[in-house]
């Protein structure tokens, strides 16, 4: 989805080196989040947030961490890299709406390597 | 969150009708049910939603029995650009977590 813009859409950085992953969106979504791809293992959720003073974790929190500056921003910080945190990770926005049942928007991904 | 199973791969040939079914034996009462399609290096797709019978959009139908234990998403006349991983997911649209989806190969 254009509207939902990662960045950087790739890097490579070494073990042990603090990486942010940015995510912005030009939805007006209040809710954000931030999954992992790894090969044959599906997307996992890292952490999500309902709006700017709500953060919660996912099912693979460990080793990162979210902030989220305003509305249309969300970021996903590894404060230091390790390799099996190599994967491709995705930002997703949704609407709350008047339910809880949006569907969510994807960007198109963050390729990371940490060697 | 209610748990759900899907075939791992699916084969089919261009212009065939495919149906994916996935089970999810403990779906709760507020619970929908949506798929969504993902296209190598690409982010998924929402496709369908649904809470009851049967839904039905320019891409796909999804047909829930009565019980809701399960749904069939329903592809018509696949076409190569089909290839992709469909992924059913239970529960409320958000903090989902997407499993490993089915991966549909279409071939000529």
């Known amino acids: 989805d254009a509207d939902v813009t990662q960045t950087p859409r790739n890097r490579i950085t070494k073990t042990g080196k603090r990486i942010m992953l940015e995510c912005s969106q030009t939805?007006?979504?209040?809710?954000m989040y931030w999954y992992r791809q790894d090969p044959g293992l599906g997307l996992r959720l890292i952490y999500y947030?309902?709006?700017?003073?709500?953060?919660n974790k996912g099912e693979i929190s460990d080793g990162y961490s979210v902030s989220r500056q305003a509305q249309a921003k969300f970021s996903l910080s590894l404060e230091s890299a390790i390799p099996n945190q190599t994967a491709l990770y995705f930002c997703?926005?949704?609407?709350?709406?008047?339910?809880?049942?949006?569907?969510?928007?994807f960007g198109d991904g963050t390729r990371l390597s940490i060697l | 969150l209610a748990k759900t199973t899907q075939p791992i791969s699916m084969d089919s040939y261009e212009g065939q009708e495919v149906n994916i079914t996935c089970s999810h034996n403990?779906?709760?009462?507020?619970?929908?049910i949506t798929w969504y399609q993902q296209f190598p290096s690409q982010g998924p797709r929402f496709i369908i939603q649904?809470?009851?019978t049967k839904v039905t959009n320019e891409v796909a139908s999804l047909f829930i029995p009565a019980d809701r234990k399960s749904s069939t998403l329903s592809l018509p006349r696949v076409s190569l650009s089909d290839t992709a991983v469909y992924y059913c997911?239970?529960?409320?649209?958000?903090?989902?977590?997407f499993g490993k989806g089915t991966s549909l190969l279409v071939t000529p």
């Open positions: 997703a926005t949704s609407d709350s709406g008047t339910g809880t049942n949006q569907p969510q928007h």
């Open positions: 939805k007006g979504h209040d809710r």
């Open positions: 947030s309902f709006d700017v003073k709500d953060i």
């Open positions: 403990n779906i709760a009462t507020n619970d929908y």
């Open positions: 649904g809470y009851k």
């Open positions: 997911l239970v529960g409320p649209g958000y903090a989902l977590n």
